[in-house]
């Protein structure tokens, strides 16, 4: 580049920027994504002038770097200092408050990403300090976004056009909860491995994508949804085989069934480790349970979480219908062209993941977030908006980034007592 930008005139020099800009998928897509970088930076700056003290920092506006260690990142950060054993980390005895009932504690958030950033301040021969996780998690976060964006092109590049793809890769850069990208939280790298396993997933290379899945397992919740998505590959792939539209040769039947168990299993690792640390047999759920109740003998009741939520949003009349209503657009949604357009896969993957979140989720403030891996939807919305003019377009990126400072000022600001966490 620097050799480019050294030889001929000005006229070449540009001429041969977009030459380089119609060729470099990678440079198109790594350009866009540091646009939205710059300004998710700048709305984090913007956010914390208005922060004021916080149970991590009662001094008000800290540093950006303090800034950004903040709500879910302090479990990681705790489990990034102690790891497994009586610390502040992986306990072997659930903590319990006065009423008997498992209070929060790091068992709800898996190790995939701290321990990412305890192997990278060690190869650093950096010692584990909160400063040096503070600084190095944030950094790392933001170099894996980029990654994310880059697979994130190439899985939706897979079935939509090059501009498409790019204009969904600057959508997703501005969905609300987006900044989370560039903090110390999982998200980055669980959607890496994420879009990894889907890439390969898409184009029927079940065993390149194993290993991504194994790493997703460790570092997000929601493996159990990859099972079912997996599951209903099959099951379309063999009805396509019979009708005599598809080939689904008896090789691929076996891997991609041996595969979908395998991610099955996978999704048990996580609450029998912590069964198995804890000698307690629900110990993983009773744990996430513990952001919901403060009851002793806390249970999961499925779906229950959006009949609550309904109850909350819109009272006692209309709280039953909250939960079919979300059901019925989602499946409205992917039904749309625009979604059929993507393909079976990914329409899939969408389905597989909402179900379940429907299923053990409680919606609240932190959905935008919980909603990012479910990013082939933002790809049938670039579809769809993709050849309106620029002035349209132009409407579109206004309202996403005025939504994303909304989300920082409403989410990511602390405001006692907080009920939107983000």
């Known amino acids: 580049m620097a050799d480019l930008l050294l030889r001929g005139s000005a006229a070449q020099v540009v001429d ?19 646009a939205t970088r710059a300004f998710t930076v700048l709305g984090f700056l913007w956010a914390n002038t208005l922060q004021g003290p916080t149970p991590w920092d009662p001094t008000g506006h800290p540093s950006y770097f303090k800034y950004l260690d903040t709500w879910d990142a302090e479990w990681y950060r705790k489990i990034y200092l102690d790891g497994l054993g009586n610390g502040s980390g992986y306990n072997h005895v659930l903590p319990l408050n006065e009423n008997g009932a498992v209070r929060q ?85 669980g959607l890496l491995l994420l879009a990894f396993g889907l890439y390969y997933l898409i184009q029927h290379r079940y065993l390149a994508a194993a290993p991504w899945l194994v790493g997703l397992s460790i570092t997000r919740p929601g493996m159990i949804s990859f099972a079912l998505m997996l599951a209903g590959m099959w099951v379309v792939r063999f009805v396509k085989h019979r009708r005599g539209s598809e080939e689904f040769p008896s090789l691929e039947r076996w891997k991609l069934a041996a595969l979908t168990l395998f991610s099955g299993f996978l999704g048990l690792i996580w609450p029998l480790f912590a069964w198995w640390a804890t000698g307690r047999q629900d110990a993983y759920t009773v744990t996430e349970l513990a952001w919901r109740m403060d009851v002793p003998d806390a249970k999961l009741v ?16 209309f709280s039953s219908l909250f939960l079919p209503f ?28 909402m179900l379940y979140l429907f299923a053990v989720f409680h919606a609240q403030s932190s959905t935008w977030r919980i909603l990012l891996p479910a990013f082939p939807l933002i790809g049938g919305f670039a579809l769809l908006t993709t050849n309106m003019r620029k002035w349209q377009k132009a409407v579109i990126v206004v309202i996403m980034a005025a939504l994303q400072l909304w989300w920082l000022k409403q989410c990511w600001n602390f405001a006692s007592p907080d009920i939107t966490p983000p």
């Not at 958030?109 to 584990?128: A, C, N, Q, S, V």
């Not at 499925?302 to 009349?317: I, P, Q, T």
């Not at 989602?330 to 993957?349: C, D, F, H, Y």
């Open 302 to 317: 499925y779906f229950s979480g959006w009949v609550y939520a309904g109850h909350v949003f819109f009272g006692e009349h």
């Open 326 to 353: 979300a059901m019925t657009l989602t499946a409205a949604i992917l039904l749309s062209p625009a979604m059929r357009k993507l393909g079976n896969e990914m329409r899939l993957w969408v389905a597989s993941y």
């Open 16 to 34: 041969r920027l977009k030459e380089a800009w119609v060729a470099k998928w990678w440079l198109r897509v790594v350009l866009v994504w540091a």
């Open 105 to 189: 504690n790091a068992w709800a958030f898996m190790p995939g990403y701290p321990m990412l950033i305890r192997l990278i301040t060690g190869l650093l021969t950096l010692k584990p300090m909160i400063p040096v996780w503070s600084v190095v998690g944030n950094l790392v976060s933001l170099v894996l976004s980029f990654g994310v964006a880059l697979m994130v092109y190439r899985v939706l590049n897979l079935k939509l056009d090059a501009r498409t793809s790019l204009w969904a890769v600057l959508l997703f850069g501005l969905w609300p909860a987006s900044p989370v990208l560039q903090t110390p939280y999982a998200e980055s790298l």
